[in-house]
Structures are given as C-alpha cells and as structure tokens.
T-cell receptor
Framework: DGGITQSPKYLFRKEGQNVTLSCEQN?????MYWYRQDPGQGLRLIYY???????QKGDIAEGYSVSREKKESFPLTVTSAQKNPTAFYLC?????????????FGPGTRLTVL | AQSVTQLDSQVPVFEEAPVELRCNYS??????LFWYVQYPNQGLQLLLK??????LVESINGFEAEFNKSQTSFHLRKPSVHISDTAEYFC???????FGSGTRLSIRP
C-alpha cells in the first residue's frame, strides 16, 4: 500500500525539550510539507521541500527545523525555541510542488507540551 | 496578496438537508482549486479538484463544486447530507500552497 505515515500519533514533551516528529512516504513524491493545525486557524505551513537536500521556510518556521536527506523522509524537529508548540502536526507530500498536484496527507501527530 | 477565504467557520444543518460551503479565492491564486475533508483526529483527504475544463466537478460521495471565474468562487454543495458527512472541510489553491481556514460541518439528526 502506498501512503504517507507519521509517528507517533500522540507525543508528550516537557517544556525545554526538543522533539522530532517522523514523516515517511512511499509514493515516490518529490515534494513534502509540514503544517501546523490549531483550532479555528486552518493549516499553516511550517516548512516544505521540493527535492532531496533542499527545503524552504513556510509562514511559521521559527522554532522548527527540518532535514531532507532521503526522498522518502522529512522529519520535523520542534525545538525549545518554539513558544507554543502544543498543536496537531500534519505532514503531506505531492508529486511536485504547486500546480495541479494534489497533496496526500499523513494521519497527523498531536503534540502536547506539559 | 494570494488568499483563499472560507466565509463560514461552522455550518450546522439537519440530516438530509442541502448544504453549501463557501470558498472564494483571490484572482492571483492559480485556478487549480481543491476541496479536502478532515474527519476528527485524522489527516486531510482530497474530496474533489478543479484543474481545467468543465466548471462543475463531482466527488464519489455526492459532493460537487462549481468553479466560477467571474465571482472568484469555488463553493462546495451537497443536495442531501448524511451524519457521516460531519467533518471539517478545507478549500485550497495551488499556485503557492494556500489553504482556507476551514469550515466545520455539523449534521443534526
């Protein structure tokens, strides 16, 4: 089955700790994305990558970091610099960035900072 | 500025009633338009998309959307909703990655 997976589904973190969210896809897509979802605010783009070893900041990149060392993987690190990290995080991929290409989404990771 | 606007944050309707979820896009957004659906605690799934050609596009579960260039709209409609349609719906444009803020559809029995 082709698809996009995120792990873990639920994640708890103490204040001041970095945490890494996993995102893997086996769709052979070039483009991958990270979104943050808060109630009533829709989806906000954190980072996106159009190709391996390349990524760009989205609208709310402060306090986050990413890497794209492999085509299949696009992990997101939430650093201690992110002031309000509790949210639902969604990873997505598409054949290429923009244009007529739909995005395929993972099931999400709910991060709670204690 | 590029934008996609969903005019209603919540839409409550009775089961078997018709529904319209409104979406307007700025003219600078590419005319590749999408509707996604999100069920509770899940990721988004593509519902339907407009790329070119016929301005009326349909999904397999009875939703349809009409691309209206003069009104810069891409409203989503269903003639008769079911309890299982309870979800959040997002309109999106694709020149740059832009999502609307979402509309929560709640179905009353």
């Amino acid at each position: 089955d082709g698809g996009i997976t995120q792990s873990p589904k639920y994640l708890f973190r103490k204040e001041g700790q970095n945490v890494t969210l996993s995102c893997e896809q086996n769709l052979n897509h070039d483009a991958m994305y990270w979104y943050r979802q808060d109630p009533g605010q829709g989806l906000r783009l954190i980072y996106y990558s159009q190709i391996v070893n390349d990524f760009q900041k989205g609208d709310i990149a402060e306090g986050y970091s990413v890497s794209r060392e492999k085509k299949e993987s696009f992990p997101l690190t939430v650093t201690s610099a992110q002031k309000n990290p509790t949210a639902f995080y969604l990873c997505a991929s598409s054949i290429s960035s923009g244009g007529p290409n739909e995005q395929f989404f993972g099931p999400g990771t709910r991060l709670t900072v204690l | 500025a590029q934008s996609v606007t969903q005019l209603d944050s919540q839409v409550p309707v009775f089961e078997e009633a018709p529904v319209e979820l409104r979406c307007n896009y700025s003219s600078s957004v590419s005319v590749y338009l999408f509707w996604y659906v999100q069920y509770p605690n899940q990721g988004l799934q593509l519902l339907l998309k407009y790329l070119s050609g016929s301005t009326l596009v349909e999904s397999i579960n009875g939703f349809e959307a009409e691309f209206n260039k003069s009104q810069t709209s891409f409203h989503l409609r269903k003639p008769s909703v079911h309890i299982s349609d309870t979800a959040e719906y997002f309109c999106a444009g694709a020149s740059k990655i832009i999502f609307g803020s979402g509309t929560r559809l709640s179905i009353r029995p």
